[in-house]
T-cell receptor
């Protein structure tokens, strides 16, 4: 068990560019979550997958954001036409589907918009 | 909407003292309450959790208590050490929300030698 891994760790881009992040969950976990964390705040829920199905999206997830989990394993989060306000840490977490199992987080991708 | 409030936002203690962080939640149907520790630049790390059918849980120097009636839960750290210094987040599962976590704003704990 190597834990949840995220790539890249840091991303710096100019406003208006598109960015894509990847999350590899713990291998036996079929639940996958994306959260966003800004400085001095707790993580905020963005979206949730059970296997390949995206079952819930937060109102925080504007139409510029899209997430996929095509084979029920890794997931990608894409932000189109990035804005200054998108600067944040994007965290991925995974858990087992059995009951209220703990969510384990990755190290996150820190996005900085110039 | 549903939210979790966490207090205090900062906490400074001397090594060896106890630290207590308190959270309240609004969704009375919430039934799972984890606590995460986040060091600077690192991932939130689960340190302890409690389910609504239990009033207290302890793991070495860390304990969590839950008062379902008052919708309060607290983290207690005894015999604090400098390596306990970090930001601590409480969270609650939103009922009917596919187990998504609602986090408090965090408590920055500083343990001074």
């Amino acid at each position: 068990d190597t834990g949840v891994s995220q790539d890249p760790r840091h991303k710096i881009t100019k406003r208006g560019q598109n960015v894509t992040f990847r999350c590899d969950p713990i291998s036996e976990h079929n639940r996958l979550y994306w959260y966003r964390q800004t400085l001095g705040q707790g993580p905020e829920f963005l979206t949730y997958f059970q296997n390949e199905a995206q079952l819930e999206k937060s109102r925080l997830l504007s139409d510029r954001f899209s997430a996929e989990r095509p084979k029920g394993s890794f997931s990608t989060l894409e932000i189109q036409r990035t804005e200054q306000g998108d600067s944040a840490m994007y965290l991925c977490a995974s858990s087992s589907v059995q009951g209220d199992q703990p969510q384990h987080f990755g190290d996150g991708t820190r996005l900085s918009i110039l | 909407g549903e939210n979790v409030e966490q207090h205090p936002s900062t906490l400074s203690v001397q090594e060896g003292d106890s630290a207590v962080i308190k959270c309240t939640y609004s969704d009375s149907a919430s039934n799972y309450f984890p606590w995460y520790k986040q060091e600077l630049g690192k991932r939130p790390q689960l340190i302890i959790d409690i389910r609504s059918n239990v009033g207290e849980k302890k793991d070495q120097r860390i304990a969590v208590t839950l008062n379902k009636t008052a919708k309060h839960f607290s983290l207690h750290i005894t015999e604090t050490q400098p390596e306990d210094s970090a930001v601590y987040f409480c969270a609650a599962i939103l009922s009917g929300g596919y187990n998504k976590l609602i986090f408090g704003a965090g408590t920055r704990l500083a343990v001074h030698p």
